[in-house]
């Protein structure tokens, strides 16, 4: 009696368990439509050579666009961020990514704006751009990281800056793009 009461449990907790996967594809809540601009992980291979980001240890991360846009709203550029907002997300930075694509990101997001933030390249093999901005998302420092040097693990690069958010692109993508201190990041949370 007791071992078909479990089998029974197990059963329903798996029916539940698979029609919450199925409800949001098939429904028209959260099902994310062109607009969305904040998906669950896992990238995009939109059939014309991109790259999937995020990957690997980020595939089950948040994603959202951010874009750039200066002073005047003329846009910059933008890439598909995977979203670290938990203080373990944080920490492990992009310290388990092989490389970064061209259109890809992490954003890093706090609670509330910070005075005093330091990031490193901890463990990092490829050179990244870190884009500090404030509680309104002006951007307020830059810094191009190059990847650490033979023998170097990256905690000796630091990189200061404050604000809410931060974002990290490939290096020199706000070079190429024409990102400076002042413009703004739009996106979803």
Not at 57 to 78: I, Q, R
Not at 80 to 101: F, I, K, Q
Not at 105 to 133: E, K
Request: net charge negative; with cysteine.
């Amino acid at each position: 009696m007791r071992r078909r009461r479990l089998l029974g449990l197990t059963a329903a907790g798996t029916l539940g368990a698979a029609a919450g996967c199925l409800g949001d594809r098939a429904g028209g809540d959260g099902a994310g439509g062109e607009n969305d601009s904040t998906d669950r992980g896992g990238g995009s291979d939109g059939g014309d050579g991109e790259t999937a980001w995020p990957t690997g240890a980020y595939a089950d991360y948040e994603t959202t666009t951010v874009t750039v846009a200066g002073p005047d709203g003329e846009l910059k550029g933008s890439v598909t961020a995977a979203m670290a907002s938990t203080g373990p997300e944080r920490r492990l930075g992009l310290s388990d990514a092989e490389s970064l694509p061209e259109d890809s990101g992490m954003l890093f997001v706090y609670g509330s704006p910070r005075d005093s933030l330091t990031y490193v390249m901890r463990r990092m093999s490829f050179g990244i751009d870190i884009v500090y901005a404030d509680g309104d998302r002006e951007i307020t420092r830059i810094h191009n990281a190059p990847e650490p040097g033979p023998n170097e693990d990256g905690e000796e690069q630091r990189y200061p800056g404050s604000g809410q958010y931060v974002l990290e692109v490939p290096y020199e993508w706000t070079d190429r793009h024409g990102v400076g201190v002042g413009d703004s990041l739009r996106f979803d949370l």
